[in-house]
């Protein structure tokens, strides 16, 4: 169970290289209030990932490709498809694992740990982790072109799963580019989005859990 949790974990997770400038708490303020604002107004959205795996021990990186589909308010689905098949859907109170010889639904209602990943993992995604101070210690840098988010966990959990989360926006549409999470044992997973599209239609079925 605590590997399976650590995997949901690793799925939130490129550092954007750019010069950061100061910001005053007002400015920092004014960052998070326009994207808190743009996430409430995202009913769907869908892209393609990049995920980059980098072990502390050893020089070698592993690399996955997948896609991510999301509609609110507590639908999601994160499919690995290179150079492996994974899915992960999240549907309301239920959690679905499962690859082709393995299937797992979990029910996040009788599963505290679960119930937290799930609730973490979405706002992570969608941006709305930025309006949970009980959770995260949360700053703002100023790149050049990305809004950069750092969250430091609060909850004991939490702590035990990551150091920070690093999230970057892009300043043109306040659309969350790119989730970096550091793991106590320096191991670091990188996931970088592209084709991002918000707002249309969305296929139900994608979010169906498997029986």
Partial sequence: MKKLTTILFLLLICSVTSTVAAMTSQQKQDVITRINK??????SMTCNFTQTKYLSLLSDKMVSEGKMSYKQSNKLRWEYTSPYQYLFIFNGTKVYVGNKSRKDVIDTQKNKVFKEVARIMMSTVTGTALSNSSDFSIDVTDGKSVWKITLIPKKKEMKKMFTKIELSFN????????????????????????????????????FAIPK
């Fill in 38 to 43: 743009t996430a409430a107004g995202l009913k």
């Fill in 171 to 206: 300043k043109s549409n306040l659309m969350i580019a790119e989730i970096n999470i550091y793991e106590k044992n320096n191991d670091r997973t990188n996931i970088r989005l592209k084709n991002i599209s918000t707002n249309r239609t969305v296929n139900e079925s994608l």
